[in-house]
């Protein structure tokens, strides 16, 4: 729904970048459509539902820290 037939991610089976190509989606549509964010809140709680998936899944990446450093900045910014 959030994505256009152009947009949309090719590959099935990569879950993560599906779900990210969504959530950059909503981030620009924040403010401009009903498909955006309506509050940063909920930018984090995509982000924390992608970290816990991650963790059970795949443990001992390193792409937690990365989100854990995305999710620490959109709490400390929101969408400033």
Do not use: C
């Given at each position: ?16 970048r ?9 981030v620009e ?43 620490r ?6 969408f400033?």
């Amino acid at each position: 729904v959030y994505l256009t037939e152009e947009k949309k991610w090719p590959n099935q089976t990569e879950v993560y970048r599906r779900a990210f190509a969504i959530m950059i989606e909503r981030v620009e549509q924040a403010g401009k459509s009903s498909a955006g964010y309506q509050s940063s809140d909920e930018l984090l709680a995509d982000l924390l539902m992608i970290k816990r998936s991650l963790a059970m899944h795949h443990p001992a990446r390193n792409e937690l820290k990365i989100i854990q450093k995305l999710i620490r900045q959109v709490q400390l910014f929101g969408f400033h």
